[in-house]
């Protein structure tokens, strides 16, 4: 399915490359055009189909602002044997969250280059219950046949959690024939608060057409959702865009609710690991208003007694009105 998708997604590409003129939509008196995005990651959209540890995230964002942008996440965790109505302390405990966001971005100007974009964001939610995370994979599970997991009541409990955090990104073009088919983003992320407290270092290397158009893909958890392609006067700069892309990441981690449990009363918790990798591949396909993406994400052992590292697929799309 991914290599079909891949080839599906470069053909368009190449019957494309001849015509990306600038095309102006007709918008509304105010200017105004909301942007609207749903991502959706899942270990079942990865290549072992598993059911375990970061098993399910949505995020949806809205954006009608060429700056602020607000989100809605949910993130669900489970262990690796959801047989066991009292799961191991070695395994990881079962947790969900619910929680908003708020956030400004901005490109930067560096005289007259427009390469490096910067995002500040607060987060508000809670743990626990109260993130219908049971709910939500317990009525999944079974609307679809499978079995439900039986160890919910272990679940970390309600709770409050905050976090604020910021990313830079700086893109440098790689491609000597100045038809900008080729890029390298670099960025570098912090992220502080009782939800996760980290460093993130990485890179993206992107392959394909108008890459100077948007700024890459992530994952839920370690990505803003700003979108600097929205422009309250109607003008979008390119008809079609695509692209291929590898992204690789390190996360230097002190504080994290899916491994630590919470913060302020006792909870199921396992020995986080302080040094985690991730690597991603994924393809982006862009007409007029809409976009979508898919991606492969494995992640190196998130908790020192976790058995195995750990893959998750994620689907992305984006439409603006």
Not at 64 to 79: K, S, V
Not at 93 to 119: A, M, N, Q, W
Not at 237 to 266: C, L
Request: glycine share 10%; hydrophobic share 35%; aromatic share 12%.
């Amino acid at each position: 399915m991914r290599r079909t998708l891949f080839h599906l997604v470069w053909s368009t590409a190449v019957l494309a490359q001849s015509s990306a003129p600038t095309l102006r939509l007709s918008h509304d008196s105010d200017g105004i055009h909301p942007m609207v995005g749903v991502t959706e990651e899942n270990d079942k959209f990865g290549t072992k189909g598993t059911d375990k540890y970061y098993t399910q995230g949505l995020r949806i964002n809205f954006q009608n602002d060429p700056n602020f942008y607000w989100a809605l996440t949910q993130e669900i965790n489970t262990p690796d044997d959801t047989k066991n109505p009292v799961p191991s302390d070695t395994d990881q405990p079962y947790s969900g969250i619910l929680y908003l966001t708020y956030g400004y971005g901005k490109v930067l100007e560096r005289g007259g280059r427009r390469d490096c974009l910067f995002t500040v964001e607060g987060q508000i939610g809670v743990t626990g219950p109260a993130s219908g995370a049971e709910t939500i994979q317990s009525k999944f599970h079974t609307l679809i046949g499978s079995a439900v997991p039986l160890g919910w009541g272990t679940q970390i409990p309600n709770e409050p959690v905050f976090n604020l955090n910021a990313e830079f990104k700086r893109k440098i073009m790689w491609d000597d024939t100045g038809r900008n088919m080729r890029d390298l983003i670099a960025r570098g992320q912090v992220q502080l608060g009782t939800i996760r407290t980290e460093l993130v270092l990485g890179a993206q290397v992107r392959w394909g057409l108008n890459l100077e158009d948007s700024w890459g893909q992530g994952t839920i958890r370690h990505s803003s959702v700003y979108n600097p392609n929205y422009h309250s006067d109607g003008l979008y700069p390119r008809t079609f865009s695509s692209y291929f892309f590898t992204d690789a990441q390190m996360e230097f981690v002190f504080k994290n609710y899916a491994t630590d449990g919470t913060t302020f009363r006792e909870s199921a918790h396992v020995t986080r690991t302080t040094l985690v990798g991730q690597f991603l591949i994924g393809a982006t396909a862009s007409i007029y208003r809409t976009s979508i993406t898919y991606y492969l994400a494995v992640r190196t052992k998130d908790f020192e007694t976790q058995a195995t590292t750990h893959y998750f697929g994620g689907f992305k799309g984006v439409i603006s009105f």
